[in-house]
């Protein structure tokens, strides 16, 4: 089973408000990754979480803030966002942070902020 | 030099053809070499993993890596149009980067026409 699941599969909000993005997987992975992916593009790397601790942020604004409350849950916290970030945001894992294991991806969440 | 280059695209082929799609990278260290399928408004699939010399087959898909020439290449045979896709090249730790953070290339279109 190489499933990651996302909710919201859509998500509309206000520049003003206040919303979470949830990610779960149960293959028993120990790393979890946040990417963002615009029209066109590959996917960028926000956040890396490595035993639920975090490992990277990659110089991420801070209106985005990630949460890891357990080995199989990752959130990310959104708040004060700009049109800018409207883009579709998708949850990976893979066994560890290491080079060489594989990361799966969930369907994402599809973001657009007005 | 990008860190992880693809063959610009778009491809197409015809039915039944073979579908190459190539990539190259820049830093000579890099170990594994993942293969992502991305249909339109849908999240990166992973359909080849490859860390060793010479070629990796599954089904109708071919992997193929040369770390001494630095590429990796995609071989798709007997194209169907349920191929037609992005085919996105990812390099881990490339360019000296965090451990598993995954450096992607720009992606190839790849069309299959009936």
């Known amino acids: 089973d190489t499933e990651v699941t996302q909710t919201p599969k859509h998500l509309v909000m206000g520049m003003t408000n206040k919303k979470s993005l949830k990610c779960e997987q149960h293959?028993?992975?120990?790393?979890m990754y946040w990417y963002k992916q615009k029209a066109k593009k590959p996917p960028e790397l926000m956040f890396v979480?490595?035993?639920?601790?975090?490992?990277i942020n990659e110089s991420v604004p801070s209106r985005f803030s990630p949460e890891c409350p357990n080995s199989s849950l990752l959130n990310l916290h959104l708040h004060a966002l700009q049109p800018e970030d409207s883009a579709l945001y998708l949850c990976?894992?893979?066994?560890?942070?290491?080079?060489?294991?594989?990361?799966?991806f969930g369907p994402g969440t599809r973001l657009t902020v007005l | 030099q990008k860190e992880v280059e693809q063959n610009s695209g778009p491809l197409s082929v015809p039915e039944g053809a073979i579908a190459s799609l190539n990539c190259t990278y820049s830093?000579?260290?890099?170990?594994?070499f993942f293969w992502y399928r991305q249909y339109s408004g849908k999240s990166p699939e992973l359909i080849m993993s490859?860390?060793?010399?010479g070629d990796k087959e599954d089904g109708r898909f071919t992997a193929q890596l040369n770390k001494a020439s630095q590429y990796v290449s995609l071989l798709i045979r007997d194209s169907q149009p349920s191929d037609s896709a992005t085919y996105l090249c990812?390099?881990?730790?490339?360019?000296?980067?965090?451990?598993?953070?995954?450096?992607f290339g720009q992606g190839t279109i790849l069309t299959v026409h009936p």
């Open positions: 990976a894992s893979s066994q560890g942070w290491f080079v060489g294991n594989e990361q799966f």
């Open positions: 293959m028993g992975h120990r790393a």
């Open positions: 979480y490595s035993y639920e601790k975090l490992s």
């Open positions: 830093d000579r260290v890099s170990q594994s």
């Open positions: 490859i860390y060793s010399n």
């Open positions: 990812a390099v881990p730790n490339a360019g000296g980067t965090s451990y598993g953070k995954l450096t």
